[in-house]
């Protein structure tokens, strides 16, 4: 990483600036930046957990004004007229939504650029309002990790009785943790580290299983109504199946860079049982995820940084090295 001078478009009509406060450090991030999701035109800035001040508003602007804290996900754009963007599910955007980095304006025809930088942006309908009385450094995580497990919770109907299991604490997993538990849910920690068990009966599981332990995991078995998977490493989904009730969901949250080993046909036939994947959210179920955290005092748990600390956070970040979310302090830019 290296300092990079660049112009942001003039605000239209319906555009908010904000100027960024904050900005959490991503695993997304780190994949993108390596090209392992595929080639990337440099310069790219990322970053996609914005919380920050709105400094000036367009003529047309309705639901935001100078001051308001607000924050920015995963998407700045899509299309507006497709059948998913109609019920407010932009991620699904079927003529292709656009994301914070690594998209293309479609006012400019330029690169997107993400929240490492002091300002962004943004179309108020992809700006979200951030609730009074949040600690706003910990509540930048939530634009990712927040509703990449809130939504998938809401989805498969997670509340009081469901039993959820949670793959991998890292910055999902801790989120799909807390999130699970203000729900109602009794959580189920998979983990290879059993030092981490500590840390997710803080967090709110009710219980953690090391996945190594082969007797552990048949004990599992045939308790869990739904599972959220945020480890983006391949794994064996075999033994995970195998702890769904009958009806039970695995959803994938974690995108490995290369693909899991498929699991048998008999692993899904014997139980009706179901493998799903899940994407961020739309903007109002963001909206709602923000709410939500606020009513129940959720934030993530963070490590807050100069931008200036940026390589040292990735080196990091691929030892997990890390509890929960690196997050940049934006004050720093200038120094």
């Known amino acids: 990483m290296a300092p990079w ?138 634009l990712c990790a927040g509703i990449t497990t809130y939504s998938p919770l809401r989805q498969w109907k997670v509340g009081p009785g469901s039993r959820v299991g949670v793959v991998g604490l890292g910055g999902l997993g801790h989120m799909a943790v807390k999130l699970a538990r203000a729900m109602g849910a009794h959580v189920t920690l998979f983990t290879t580290s059993p030092n981490k068990a500590e840390d997710a009966t803080r967090l709110g599981a009710s219980q953690v299983v090391v996945s190594k332990d082969a007797a552990a995991m048949k004990a599992a078995r045939n308790s869990l109504d739904v599972i959220l998977d945020t480890v983006s490493a391949p794994h064996d989904l075999e033994p995970l199946l195998a702890t769904l009730k009958r009806d039970g969901t695995l959803v994938l949250l974690g995108g490995a860079p290369t693909p899991h080993s498929s699991p048998s046909a008999f692993s899904f036939i014997m139980g009706r049982k179901r493998m799903a994947g899940s994407l961020i959210g739309g903007l109002p179920e963001t909206q709602e995820m923000l709410d939500f955290c606020a009513q129940h005092g959720i934030g993530s748990d963070i490590e807050l940084i100069p931008v200036q600390r940026i390589d040292e956070a990735y080196e990091r970040m691929l030892r997990s090295d890390v509890k929960y979310r690196f997050v940049l302090d934006m004050s720093t830019l200038a120094g």
């Open 5 to 142: 001078r660049f112009e942001r478009r003039d605000p239209g009509p319906t555009d908010v600036r904000i100027r960024v406060e904050f900005c959490g450090v991503c695993h997304s991030d780190l994949h993108f930046v390596r090209g392992e999701w595929g080639p990337i035109k440099y310069p790219q800035i990322p970053g996609h957990e914005i919380i920050g001040r709105v400094v000036a508003v367009g003529d047309a602007v309705t639901k935001f004004r100078q001051g308001d804290t607000v924050g920015v996900g995963c998407l700045v754009d899509s299309c507006r007229t497709c059948a998913s963007c109609g019920e407010g599910l932009e991620q699904y955007c079927e003529n292709g939504h656009t994301q914070t980095y690594g998209g293309i304006e479609k006012e400019t025809g330029r690169p997107t650029q993400g929240g490492y930088s002091s300002e962004i942006v943004v179309d108020e309908r992809f700006v979200l309002r951030v609730p009074d009385g949040m600690d706003l450094a910990s509540a930048a995580p939530l």
